[in-house]
């Protein structure tokens, strides 16, 4: 997104310096715009925290079904 963004205002520049882009520039008053930049925090990695995970589950987790009681061996559980 922000190469994309900093490739328009690269482009959006040049058109201003060259002909005939510089004429229109100069009658329509338009403007150098400002490349993106990000703040330094921005390089840093993210931070992620799963260990509320499960508790916001019911403390369940990710627990495999049991097979009903009198179930075939192998046999899939009712969903």
Do not use: C, H, W
């Amino acid at each position: 997104m922000r190469t994309s963004y900093n490739d328009y205002v690269l482009d959006y520049n040049n058109a201003l310096q060259t002909f005939p882009g510089n004429v229109f520039a100069s009658r329509f008053n338009f403007q150098k715009a400002d490349f993106f930049k990000a703040p330094d925090e921005a390089a840093e990695p993210v931070k992620v925290d799963f260990s509320d995970v499960n508790s916001a589950q019911g403390g369940s987790g990710a627990q495999p079904q049991q097979p009903a009681k009198g179930a075939k061996k192998g046999a899939k559980p009712k969903s």
